[in-house]
């Protein structure tokens, strides 16, 4: 289970199809995928909507697309970051940061999870596991840490200035609380 590669995930659109999630992500970029309709996404496209449905059953196609997308390019970045807490953390607050609303799709988005590749988002998080020892519920709780700063950091929940001051001592915070020296005690 732990040991998929990116290739594993090679559902790639090719033509039209990628062309459409290129400019799909593009708009999940500026507007958020909550303000991504066929229609507008269509006009993007300069087509019309009906023609949409030529290459995608639904909306929700689309997403699973970005997502995996979004899925693969964060896992390769995580994989090469694992080495240590620290390192992971700064990677996963760095990817969440420069691409909010790819984020907000892969984590706050309801769609169809079946319809991404199987073992995707297991293999994107496995470098939780592996800098916490190997376990499991330390790799849960790492991740849980990670995602619920990510998030209230791109949501600007943290006063200060630039939103930056408070998340940064905390993420530091964080990353020490995890470090596998710190769960070795138990």
């Given amino acids: 289970m732990w040991s998929l590669k990116t290739s594993d995930f090679s559902r790639s659109p090719t033509g039209r199809l990628a062309e459409i999630i290129d400019t799909a992500w593009r708009l999940v970029e500026t507007r958020g995928w909550a303000n991504v309709s066929m229609r507008t996404l269509a006009a993007e496209l300069n087509i019309k ?3 949409l449905y030529k290459h995608v059953k639904t909306r929700e196609d689309i997403a699973a697309h970005i997502a995996t997308k979004a899925f693969i390019q964060l896992g390769q970045s995580l994989h090469e970051h694992c080495k240590g807490v620290e390192d992971l ?3 996963y607050r760095s990817m969440a940061r420069e691409n909010p609303n790819i984020y907000r799709l892969l984590t706050s ?23 916490t020892g190997h376990d499991p519920i330390k790799g849960q709780a790492l991740w849980a840490f990670a995602h619920g700063m990510a998030i209230l950091e791109i949501d600007a929940r943290f006063a200060g200035p630039n939103n930056g001051s408070p998340a940064d001592g905390m993420w530091e915070i964080g990353a020490r609380a995890f470090d596998t020296q710190v769960f070795d005690q138990d």
Avoid: D
């Fill in 109 to 131: 988005t309801e769609f169809p999870r079946e319809l991404l590749p199987e073992g995707l988002e297991t293999w994107a998080v496995t470098p939780f596991y592996l800098v």
């Fill in 89 to 91: 953390l700064v990677e």
């Fill in 49 to 51: 909507a009906p023609s």
